[in-house]
């Protein structure tokens, strides 16, 4: 894909985005939120989502606003104390409300 800018449009508070995509029906590029980590443990939550050129967030025609469970170089999350759960609980709420705040933009 050829990238295009679009300096006028800002990304969400609290992102960072790749370069724009030429797209249809306009250009986009994918914003990332910060990466919600836990005490002592290596999964971590990252949430993205597409933001379209006319600063609107994608409703899931490439791809809704998600959140991704990360650990470190493997795929099961284990090995998490209580503390540890609380911790990720709060954490998966506060990327859920992140997630809800792009969509109401």
């Known amino acids: 894909m050829t990238t295009t800018t679009h300096p006028s449009v800002p990304v969400p508070?609290?992102?960072t985005a790749d370069d724009w995509q030429r797209g249809d029906p306009m250009p986009y590029r994918f914003v990332f939120g910060a990466n919600r980590g836990i005490t002592d443990h290596t999964v971590c939550i990252s949430?993205?989502?597409v933001q379209w050129a006319d600063d609107s967030i994608d409703d899931g025609q490439i791809e809704a606003p998600s959140a991704s469970f990360l650990n470190g170089d493997t795929e099961v999350i284990s090995g998490l104390n209580s503390d540890q759960l609380r911790e990720l609980a709060a954490l998966i709420l506060e990327a859920a409300d992140?997630?809800?705040?792009w969509v109401a933009r």
């Open 98 to 101: 992140e997630l809800d705040r």
């Open 13 to 15: 508070a609290g992102t």
């Open 47 to 49: 949430t993205a989502s």
